[in-house]
């Protein structure tokens, strides 16, 4: 019963370096997120997968890209990290609009 | 405008009293609602959802939607110091819309 599992659950990057941050759900759902959480700033969406084979840029796609590997795994990846970017990130998944999300436990990002 | 707005915070009631949170969403075609609660250092964690206009009763907790105002509240009744913890606002957007949007949330604290 592991629901939504985010790896890793901490990382340093220096700027300029890349990494991909993987999420795997185990549920079924047929969509998935990744939202960044800054202090004061709320859940802001970056990037989402509706269904398996389609994404969707959301409010904060910028430096960021995606990768619906399959209907379980949605990964993120930095391709050039910088300090905006240290954040909280979390992966969620949705069966549809009538269940809302089961979020992961996050992976929390310093670039220096 | 944001097209999710909250209280703003931060509320503090004492124990035992009723909490008071709520909602305004700008997409008049949602139709499903979801309250989400977040403690400290932690992830969201869905906790009352609603649907339909009036109100949605689960233990302590009570949801209310009003789709003409296009307004979602949530009452805590006997409040707990459990309880101290942010709460979301996440409406889901319109029809084929394929996410919600979250408010940047109500920071309650419960003082024993």
């Known amino acids: 019963n592991a629901g939504v599992t985010q790896t890793p659950k901490f990382q340093v990057l220096k700027t300029g370096q890349s990494m991909t941050l993987q999420c795997a759900q185990d549920m079924n759902h047929n969509s998935m997120y990744w939202y960044r959480q800054d202090p004061g700033m709320g859940l802001r969406l970056i990037y989402y997968?509706?269904?398996?084979?389609?994404?969707d840029k959301g409010e904060v796609p910028n430096g960021y890209n995606v990768s619906r590997l399959n209907k379980r795994e949605f990964s993120l990846r930095l391709e050039s990290a910088a300090p905006s970017q240290t954040s909280v990130y979390f992966c969620?998944?949705?069966?549809?609009?009538?269940?809302?999300?089961?979020f992961g436990s996050g992976t929390r990002l310093t670039v220096v | 405008q944001k097209e999710v707005e909250q209280n703003s915070g931060p509320l503090s009631v004492p124990e035992g009293a009723i909490a008071s949170l709520n909602c305004t969403y700008s997409?008049?075609?949602?139709?499903?609602f979801f309250w989400y609660r977040q403690y400290s250092g932690k992830s969201p964690e869905l906790i009352m959802s609603?649907?339909?206009?009036g109100d949605k009763e689960d233990g302590r907790f009570t949801a209310q939607l009003n789709k003409a105002s296009q307004y979602v509240s949530l009452l805590i009744r006997d409040s707990q110091p459990s309880d101290s913890a942010t709460y979301l606002c996440?409406?889901?957007?319109?029809?084929?819309?394929?996410?919600?949007?979250f408010g940047d949330g109500t920071t309650l604290t419960v003082k024993p």
């Open positions: 609603i649907y339909s206009n």
């Open positions: 996440a409406p889901w957007g319109s029809t084929n819309a394929g996410k919600s949007t």
């Open positions: 997968s509706a269904s398996e084979g389609t994404t």
């Open positions: 997409d008049r075609g949602s139709q499903s």
């Open positions: 969620a998944s949705s069966l549809d609009s009538n269940y809302g999300y089961t």
